[in-house]
């Protein structure tokens, strides 16, 4: 039987962050080509902070232009950068002094040769023609290879900026969890039984947390696919960054016979929800073998994945509330 | 029940059992269930049982994984039942025993268990830790922690504080030293010519110079005064710990020095008697000569006879691990005190020292 291959998942906060009086207006002479420094005790501090490092007092919003030559305090040439650098191609990260300022800002240098860069070698500011308010505006590049590019300024002032955080993952299947997947494809529900307490759980993490003890495929069991209504709620979705719903749905919990454990995050619509109750009985109806899919099933989430067409009412007496109540979740 | 003295507030803490997976660049197992292992050697080595423990606090960073509360699932492998009392730190699990050491210090519970732990297998760790760094003037660089730590060899080649065959020497000596230890995911003999021969990944450090992408787990038992007697016959005890933090603006910090490493020092007075095991989070080799002066090592010190994180790096664990290593050493008689050191953020951004003594 073909492997399951690894789990991929992409993990993204789009955030926009206020920037302020102080970082604000740093960004916003950069998006306008200009680097800003900020007085403080007599020194000229680069990038401008919101306060005083050393005593902690807010600093007045005192700036000063800095650059466009600085100095290389250190540096570091990246032979092979990561998909987040500011370039592809090899470069240096490089803790730079502009002139004017009294600190170090770190930033990138493109230079054709890394045999420019030394300590004290001089690097001068260039501006990116796309620039939106963020450091990734600007770059540097040692003097001998700077351009002198006219930088029309933007409008008004640079008081949001972005970053995409976007994180790439890949983890294999745990051998529990493609049992389990691969019994969802065959139209079952495989849970895992406790050696130490008879508990049954589904679906199953691979050890009993209770006990504390791993189990293994010897402890595999099938469970039946009908079973009783334990808890539920009615969701009204709330529009938000990826929402997908827009209908109110039932979402419950099912303690399926031979279960010990509910499964949980079952979505219901084809059920009305003035009838819907806990202690309802309840079957699966699953999807045609060809047309079920575990792809969102990982080693953690992914429910059931998308192979019960829907659950219907199996017809049978209602269970009494105390049979379910040590299962109310 | 037992009938010694009880504990009181005031009472020294010492660690009574220690637990750790070896480093491997990749787990199949579930990160609760490697704690489980661990919380089950714990607790069998010193005949406790779950409910006696009083506190739990683990160290772990969701953005490993990319899984959201990662760190509540972890849970899991304490033992669900009976319900703990449980504190998390997003940190090294050496900033969980920190926690705990206080906490015990109040003097209302005895025993506490702490955990360290992290899989670095299923992500970029190059592309995740920049996220640590200024959201404004940093991160959106994707300044990562080998960037800079080729920042910090550079200023210290250029200072005359280092040279690119004392970086090599720093590898060459861990891991040959690594091949003494089990738990190390990389141990080879290889000479310092054969490592300046190789070429520059983030210049001047080569690869070797960078700490192995490890998946791991370490966790403790600490129990206060008679308590900690009853659990085991060879008690360690925490002398000290002390935790200080450098500016976070890279551009505001001298990289040669850490200003902070040398503040924890004074205050767990590091220097208050003899220093014979040193285990320090020496990620990137010029990290070991930096902490060498900053810590004030006498020459002949002995620096991390595990091999230390450019052996296995474990993050979340790392730090904690350099305490275990410490501490078993006292209990075999091969040290009566030592110091382990924990890191944090970019360049020994952070540093925790903790100075542990066996009896006497």
Aim: aromatic share 8%.
């Amino acid at each position: 039987m073909p492997a399951f291959p690894p789990v991929q998942y992409r993990l993204e906060y789009p955030y926009t962050r206020t920037t302020g009086p102080i970082v604000g207006a740093f960004l916003t002479a950069l998006r306008d080509g200009k680097l800003l420094g900020i007085r403080c005790r007599g020194r000229v501090l680069c990038p401008p902070l919101e306060y005083d490092p050393e005593t902690g007092e807010t600093l007045a919003p005192d700036f000063v232009e800095v650059g466009p030559g600085g100095t290389i305090v250190s540096w570091t040439w990246i032979a092979e950068p990561s998909r987040k650098h500011p370039f592809q191609q090899p470069f240096a990260f490089a803790l730079i002094r502009p002139d004017g300022a009294d600190s170090a800002i770190a930033h990138a240098v493109k230079a054709s040769d890394p045999a420019a860069l030394r300590a004290g070698g001089r690097v001068r500011t260039q501006y990116r023609e796309e620039r939106r308010g963020a450091i990734t505006d600007l770059y540097f590049t040692p003097e001998a290879e700077a351009q002198d590019r006219y930088v029309p300024p933007g409008k008004g002032a640079v008081e949001m900026t972005e970053h995409l955080i976007s994180l790439d993952y890949s983890e294999p299947l745990a051998p529990h969890r493609e049992r389990f997947a691969r019994g969802l494809l065959e139209g079952r529900f495989i849970g895992q039984r406790s050696p130490a307490s008879g508990k049954v759980y589904l679906p199953s993490k691979g050890y009993d947390p209770i006990e504390r003890v791993r189990m293994s495929e010897r402890d595999d069991v099938v469970v039946s696919d009908r079973g009783t209504v334990v808890a539920y709620t009615v969701i009204t979705p709330v529009q938000y960054y990826g929402q997908k719903e827009t209908e109110p749905y039932i979402r419950a919990s099912i303690l399926l016979d031979g279960a010990d454990q509910p499964l949980g995050q079952q979505d219901i619509r084809s059920i009305p929800v003035a009838g819907f109750r806990a202690g309802m009985r309840l079957r699966a109806v699953w999807k045609a073998a060809a047309e079920r899919s575990v792809a969102d099933v990982d080693n953690r989430w992914g429910g059931t994945g998308s192979v019960i067409e829907r659950w219907e009412p199996t017809g049978e007496p209602d269970l009494p509330f105390e049979k379910i109540m040590e299962h109310n979740w | 029940m037992s009938t010694s003295p009880r504990p009181s507030p005031g009472d020294d803490i010492a660690i009574v059992a220690v637990a750790q997976t070896p480093a491997r660049r990749r787990y199949a197992d579930s990160e609760p269930s490697m704690l489980m292992d661990l919380t089950n050697q714990l607790l069998a080595e010193t005949g406790l049982e779950r409910s006696a423990v009083d506190f739990t606090i683990a160290g772990s960073c969701d953005y490993l994984s990319g899984m959201p509360f990662a760190f509540v699932s972890n849970v899991d492998g304490f033992g669900a039942w009976p319900p703990v009392y449980e504190s998390h730190v997003e940190m090294d699990g050496a900033w969980a025993l920190f926690e705990a050491w206080v906490r015990l210090a109040v003097g209302d519970i005895d025993v506490a268990l702490v955990a360290g732990s992290g899989k670095s297998s299923p992500g970029n760790p190059r592309e995740i830790f920049p996220l640590q760094t200024d959201p404004y003037t940093a991160a959106p660089l994707g300044l990562d922690p080998v960037s800079v730590a080729g920042l910090q060899a550079r200023a210290l080649l250029d200072a005359g504080l280092a040279t690119e065959r004392d970086f090599a020497e720093v590898v060459s000596r861990s891991r040959r030293d690594a091949l003494a230890n089990p738990n190390a995911q990389v141990k080879k003999d290889v000479a310092v010519d054969a490592l300046l021969a190789e070429p520059y990944y983030a210049s001047p450090l080569r690869k070797h110079d960078l700490p192995p992408i490890s998946d791991g787990a370490a966790a403790v038992l600490i129990a206060r005064g008679a308590r900690a007697r009853e659990l085991t016959e060879k008690p360690v005890w925490i002398r000290g710990i002390d935790h200080r933090i450098d500016s976070h603006h890279l551009g505001l910090r001298d990289l040669t020095d850490s200003p902070s490493a040398r503040l924890a020092a004074q205050g767990v007075d590091l220097h208050a008697g003899p220093i014979d095991v040193a285990e320090l989070c020496v990620r990137y080799s010029p990290e070991e000569i930096v902490l060498r002066r900053a810590l004030g090592l006498a020459p002949g010190t002995c620096v991390n006879p595990s091999g230390g994180p450019l052996c296995g790096h474990p993050v979340m664990a790392t730090g904690l691990v350099r305490v275990i290593e410490v501490a078993q050493r006292i209990r075999e008689g091969r040290a009566r005190r030592g110091v382990a050191h924990a890191a944090s953020g970019p360049a020994l951004q952070q540093n925790l020292l903790c100075v542990l003594e066996g009896e006497a």
